[in-house]
Structures are given as C-alpha cells and as structure tokens.
C-alpha cells in the first residue's frame, strides 16, 4: 500500500486507517510526504478521502459490511468535517455524539471501522476538545470512547509516525 502525505496537512484519520490495515491484513504500507496526498495515485482531498480510499482498496468491511452501514459511515465522516470541525456547533456536536455513545462501543455495527478512526481524528485536533479533556469536562460516553481508540495500536503508530511539525500542522483554524 502507498501512500503520500502532505506534509504541511497531514491526514491523520487516513494514516490510522492505513497502519489499522497493515497490521490486521499483515500488509506493507509505505508513506512518504510530499505537496499532495494520494492513495495508490487516487488524488485525496482530506482525511476522509483518504480513508474511503484504503477501505475500498484494501479492507472494504471497514468501509462498512451493508449499504446501511456505509451510509451511517458517510453519516460520521460528514459530522466530523462539519460539527466536529465547527467552533459554533462544536458544543451541540459534541453533545449528539455523546449520546450516540452512549449505549455503544462503535460509532458503527459491532466493530471498528473509518468511522471511529475519523471522528478520532476531528477530536484530537479539535481545540475546544483538547480544552474539554484540560479541564476534565468531557462528556463521559466520548471520552470512554475516545481512550479506547486512542489506545489502539493504529492510533499510536501514526502518530508516533509524525514529525513536530507535523503534528503543529494538525490543529487547523477552526471554523466559525
């Protein structure tokens, strides 16, 4: 598996799903990082395309089994390039998750896949969430769930993958 980061905005969400990959199918994933992110030469806009893109290629189940999965998918990719992402509906975001939360270990079916990986994402380079865990008022069904990701050993191989300047390129300028 290939893929090219780019370095000034790294897709976060796309690496996890791809270290995820290489150890469940035992597969070799080479990343380097350059001016534009690409997934075996498909042209990637942001981490979410990034993570259709290996799901498709590599490990579909984690695109979703069902087609009502793969819309609950897409569902949670669009919430965390929207609320998630949003200084305004940070709050009434991070309130709905939580209580989507609640009763479940995954955001989607009894297992993980892109979705998890995503939201992850939006969360850690998300200001008001870092602010939230600072303080220790994270809602409690996200912040079990969020431990549980972040424990998971994708999660720590990617971001042990990046440089200091790529992990200060994360955190963009939150939208209004």
Request: hydrophobic share 40%.
């Amino acid at each position: 598996m290939k893929i090219k980061c780019n370095k000034t905005n790294p897709p976060l969400g796309g690496l996890i799903v791809a270290e995820h990959v290489k150890a469940v199918l035992k597969t070799p994933l080479e990343v380097s990082w350059g001016d534009e992110t690409t997934v075996e030469n498909v042209q990637c806009k942001n981490s979410n395309d990034v993570a259709r893109a290996i799901a498709k290629l590599f490990f579909q189940q984690l695109y979703g089994s069902t087609a009502i999965e793969t819309t609950e998918i897409d569902h949670w990719l669009t919430f965390a390039l929207g609320p998630l992402s949003s200084k305004n509906d940070f709050n009434n975001g991070i309130n709905i998750l939580n209580k989507a939360l609640g009763p479940v270990t995954y955001l989607v079916s009894k297992r993980l896949t892109i979705a998890d990986f995503i939201i992850f994402s939006a969360l850690y380079v998300s200001r008001q969430w870092q602010d939230l865990l600072l303080n220790k008022s994270a809602p409690v069904n996200v912040l079990r769930w969020y431990n549980f990701i972040n424990s998971q050993e994708a999660v720590k191989n990617a971001l042990n993958s990046l440089t200091t300047e790529m992990r200060a390129a994360l955190t963009p300028a939150e939208k209004k």
